[in-house]
């Protein structure tokens, strides 16, 4: 996976569920492991360009990795389910 690939995903993301055109007291933020397309520049401007805060999971803390682990498979399931 590429940055590009997280920043269209978080694009689809915001968009469906209205937190990029509603006004919200908290910016979104983005929790991740440590993988390399999570901690790429180009995300990272992505980020900062959009108001986002990014919170990485720290490595071998696994109820932080959990959270993520569950997400993804969450994420998929719905992916496939849509198809």
């Known amino acids: 996976m ?4 997280v920043t269209d995903t978080l694009q689809l993301a915001l968009a469906a ?8 007291a ?6 991740s492991d440590n993988g390399s397309s999570y901690v ?4 990272a401007g992505w980020l ?3 108001g986002m805060d990014h ?5 071998n803390h696994p109820q932080t990795q959990g959270k993520i682990e569950r997400w993804h498979q969450t ?3 719905r992916i496939l389910s849509a198809r």
């Open 26 to 31: 908290h910016k979104p933020r983005l929790l």
């Open 55 to 59: 919170v990485r999971g720290a490595p």
């Open 40 to 43: 790429s520049a180009e995300l």
């Open 17 to 24: 569920s209205g937190c990029d055109s509603a006004l919200v």
């Open 75 to 77: 994420l998929k399931n």
């Open 48 to 50: 900062e360009g959009n």
């Open 2 to 5: 590429k940055a590009e690939d």
